[in-house]
């Protein structure tokens, strides 16, 4: 019997069959899509996930197509902060790009892909049914929406304004060496380097609306990309998803099936490779109920560093004055940024 069926086959659930396969585990991974599959993303890898990356022998401007960026700069209508990362570099690069080379990543280290979809699932104390697939450990890496997460009872209301994520790439010359983050009343827009002449755009925003809409919010950058060539808009959403927890019996979440707060920080595909990593400890071990614990100590920076930048951009007095206060507080914000590195 195989060790391991993967549901998914994004990022997280690519992480999820690499460290299975270098702790020496049998593992397949279903997935409806071919590759490379496309998704909107901020698409900035972070120093961390650039470094565990490497580690798997995927090495920026080598293996892995981009650019890199140094900090984070935040800009309103009235202020700039900018910080560098404490240590390491980051990495621009497009999502399906990125999923394309860890998809041939996992295929030559010897994991099986199935394309298709799992059924109904049925388990024991010792294997875990998935329609027609049976393994020891079924991970769902089935994404924001994760049909897993529901079918299995998992998720939780969720009472807060709904967020939406939507993502363009320019044709356009970046200007800049760090991701910038713009800050409007009622949206984020998030520009991120990913080759000499081209640029991505990822939109958060409260309201519903065309890319082109939203940009609106953004008069001097709407501007400076007016007439610019880009690619199909992709969008995603709402971003939060509760999730009561991460293991139900043989059965664990991971990357965003596992739970999302925002985008805000830009660490998803860090946090997925990172929690991957933390899920084959576990399963190695046969304790697959530790991850839950591991879970939350990987995530819990990012939940409560995200969570504080979105409680804060929903107060409107708190968000005029948020870039204003990391602009004055250089330091502070240095300190923060330093945090993404780690």
Known sequence: MIDLTVAGGGPAGLFTALFARAAGLTVRVVEPRRSPIDKACGEGLMPGAVELLAGFGLRAGVELPGAAFVGIRYLDDRYLAEARFGSGTGWGMRR???????????????VEF?????????????????????????????????????????QLPDRSAPRWGLRRHLQITPWTDHVEVRWAAAAEA????LGPDLLSVALLTDRRGSFDEQLTAFPEL??????????QVRGAGPLRQRVGSRVAGRVLLVGDAAGYVDALTGEGIDIAARSARELIRCLTADRPA??????????????????????????????RRLVGAAARHPRLFRATVHQLTR
Do not use: C, M, N
């Not at 399906?96 to 010897?110: I, P, S």
């Not at 998030?190 to 380097?193: A, F, K, Q, R």
């Not at 709407?222 to 690619?231: T, W, Y």
């Open 114 to 154: 199935v394309e298709g979809s799992v059924g109904d699932i049925q388990q024991d104390g010792e294997r875990v049914r998935a329609g027609a697939l049976t393994s020891r450990y079924l991970v769902a890496a089935d994404g924001l929406h994760s049909r897993i997460r529901h079918a299995l009872g998992l």
């Open 96 to 110: 399906d790009l990125l999923q394309g080379a860890l998809f041939r990543r996992a295929e030559a280290a010897g």
């Open 190 to 193: 998030y520009l991120t380097p």
């Open 222 to 231: 709407a501007e400076r990309l007016k007439g610019v060539a880009g690619d």
């Open 290 to 319: 530790d991850y839950e614990r591991a879970w939350r100590g990987v995530t819990r920076r990012y939940r409560y560093l995200t969570g504080a930048l979105l409680a804060g951009r929903r107060r409107e007095p708190v968000r």
